[in-house]
């Protein structure tokens, strides 16, 4: 960034400048500050860029490819520099590994419970605040505190809230009647406390992000479809779903990769890595810490990184091929 | 443009638009000019009032958005005693204090708090100002492969951490550096988000003349960087600054790989009370509030910038 400032001074030019006039002294100069200005401009714009894609490939895509180098090696935690290779192994025990199914399925499940709700209560949400409201800031600053909340401290206090003896939870239900669960225990019960933590955390964040682009739909649209006789429902499933197609397809992807990647809330609700007693709410991400730090396999831990990779790639694929096909019907 | 617009206006006004007459009704009375209520009638859907059923929805979910940390804060002024019978408690006890300090001395809260202000602080800053740098090269600069190169910073953002765990561990391990907060600053230095945010912001904030009126001037791109862009992205940078300190202040997975409870942040201790360093439930809620205040105080203060930056970002991204 700096090299302009320090770029030697052309030979060439030193010498004219020693042996010509005042004049040729002033244009020489003038003529040096020309070539400057025009290295400066050519190249800043690199040195600009230049931290971010070192620090990105230094701690982004070296440890991407790494990790595949690494999933084809037995490598432990306790001597982390000794690598044996194993070629596929790694990937061919995790296929065997019924944890690894289980974990799988788990983070499916999980992530269609987190993502769904979430977004459709995004969505209401979003368009409630879209109306005139009275301390409409209040509201927004509000449904966002949650986003403020870190993952541990959120987990924290919802396994309390989640209790099964002295919960709040449960004392609500025993109210209405409903016997004591065991959310912890239960594969169904686990997965949607874990869920809902999620949910909590995000759903306000998501609606800002759609209020956003509702602000951003036309005001004609409404006015030509209002004088088509349409309704405020209507309104919204023909008008304001339509317009924030590309938005709604954003949030999926980044709900989606969350999702994939879930680990400090299923960590924390049970405070352990096998993410419950019979592994019912561990998901892919607490498996992966489960094969590194706790079985000391750094060499299958970067299989199942690669294959959430692969997984977030297909995903990927899917939503663009989803998009695509969207734009081609609309 | 204007005539259609009234035209528009007027037929709206002529005919009242479906479900929306009796809110324009109520909110306009005899006396309001009509042109007024034509208008609102005309963004129909749109800028309404909001009813009392909406209302009523918006305060429950903000009630549900605001009671677990209301309740973190109840059960922290509790004991564990209390905490172990039913009815729960709905309101605060006389223990907020003592909770507190066990959790700053117990969890060793105090050290982490210090730690994470650090490294969130130092990865603020350093997002900020090369995303700033990066941002305003995309934005307004000429160079080559520029498109593709953006579009690289798009991708990365497509990348889990998860994925970059096992070397870094590695790395660590060789350099021994675990237990040090360089472990966890370095690799999130920079953030491609932010470069994004940056960039879209530019390109409308900042007026190309005004670059290309220092160039004649004479001054070299540094000199337009401190001069012209900073000033110009202020707004954008402050806004920047303070989303990546929350993301930064609640990061979670690395630096539970990379710290230990002996040199902990925030995230780490409470992941240390949560698999019970600390037995006592009441003091666990503690080190949970006290983790989660700074946030919260910052929110009170600047949630109106924050709630913009969210929004921004989205429109843009």
């Keep these: 960034m700096t090299s302009s400032r320090t770029e030697p001074l052309p030979r060439v030019q030193e010498d004219g400048l020693t042996a010509g006039a005042d004049g040729d002294r002033e244009r020489s100069q003038e003529r040096r500050g020309r070539r400057r200005h025009r290295w400066d401009a050519r190249w800043s714009p690199y040195a600009f860029i230049a931290p971010f894609f070192v620090f990105f490939a230094a701690f982004g895509l070296f440890p991407l490819l790494y990790t595949g180098w690494a999933s084809l090696h037995r490598v432990s935690l306790h001597d982390p520099s000794h690598m044996e290779w194993v070629g596929m192994r790694n990937f061919s025990r995790l296929l065997e590994d019924d944890f690894f199914w289980n974990a799988l399925q788990n983070t499916f499940t999980i992530g269609v419970l987190s993502t769904v709700p979430q977004l459709l209560m995004a969505l209401g949400l979003a368009h409630l605040l879209n109306y005139k409201l009275r301390g409409s800031m209040f509201f927004r600053v509000a449904m966002l505190t949650p986003y403020a909340t870190s993952v541990a401290a959120a987990t924290l206090v919802f396994t309390m809230l989640y209790g099964r003896d002295y919960g709040m939870i449960n004392w609500g239900l025993e109210l209405v009647g409903i016997d004591h669960i065991d959310w912890e225990n239960g594969t169904w019960t686990s997965q949607l406390a874990v869920s809902s933590i999620v949910i909590w955390r995000w759903t306000g964040y998501n609606a800002l992000i759609y209020l956003a682009a509702m602000q951003a739909v036309p005001d004609d649209l409404y006015e030509s479809a209002a004088l088509d006789g349409a309704n405020r429902w209507q309104q919204f499933l023909h008008v304001t779903i339509p317009s924030l197609r590309p938005t709604i397809l954003f949030t999926v992807v980044v709900s989606t990769i969350g999702a994939t990647q879930l680990f400090g809330e299923p960590l924390l609700f049970g405070g352990s890595q096998t993410g419950g007693g019979s592994h019912q709410y561990q998901t892919l991400g607490l498996y992966l810490y489960e094969q590194g730090w706790f079985d000391f396999q750094l060499g299958r831990a970067s299989a199942i990184a690669w294959t959430m990779f692969l997984i977030l790639i297909v995903i990927g694929l899917l939503n663009w091929l989803i998009a695509k096909r969207l734009n081609k019907t609309h | 443009m204007l005539p259609t617009t009234a035209q528009r206006r007027a037929r709206a006004a002529a005919t009242p638009a479906v479900g929306t007459s009796t809110t324009t009704a109520a909110e306009s009375p005899a006396g309001t000019p009509p042109r007024k209520a034509t208008r609102r009638a005309g963004s129909a859907g749109k800028h309404l009032h909001a009813g009392r059923i909406t209302y009523g929805i918006l305060l429950l979910f903000t009630a549900g958005s605001l009671f677990p940390l209301l309740w973190t804060a109840i059960a922290a002024s509790r004991d564990n005693q209390r905490l172990a019978e039913t009815p729960p408690p709905f309101w605060f006890g006389g223990n ?222």
Excluded at chain 2, 200 to 223: F, M
Excluded at chain 2, 286 to 296: N, Q, S
């Design chain 2, 96 to 317: 907020l204090l003592t909770n507190m300090t066990t959790a700053w001395q117990d969890a060793n809260m105090g050290k982490a708090l210090l730690n994470t202000t650090f490294v969130a602080g130092t990865i603020a800053l350093s997002t900020v100002l090369f995303a700033t740098l990066a941002g305003y090269a995309f934005a307004k600069l000429r160079f080559r492969a520029k498109n593709a190169l953006l579009l690289m910073v798009i991708g990365t953002m497509m990348v889990p951490p998860q994925l970059s765990v096992v070397p870094l561990f590695m790395a660590i391990a060789e350099l021994e550096w675990t237990n040090q907060l360089q472990a966890v600053i370095l690799p999130m230095m920079v953030n491609a988000f932010g470069v994004f945010f940056m960039r879209q912001y530019l390109v409308n904030a900042l007026p190309t003349e005004l670059i290309e009126a220092a160039r004649v001037d004479g001054a070299h791109s540094l000199r337009i960087v401190w001069h012209v862009v900073f000033p110009v992205a202020r707004p954008a940078m402050a806004v920047l600054g303070m989303l990546t300190f929350v993301l930064a202040w609640n990061e979670f997975f690395w630096p539970i790989i990379a710290l230990t409870q002996d040199n902990p942040t925030v995230q780490v201790a409470l992941t240390g009370l949560g698999q019970g360093y600390v037995p006592d439930e009441s003091v666990i809620m503690a080190g949970a509030l006290l983790g989660t205040l700074p946030l919260l105080v910052a929110f009170a203060l600047f949630g109106k910038q924050i709630v913009g930056g969210v929004m921004q970002g989205a429109v843009k991204g």
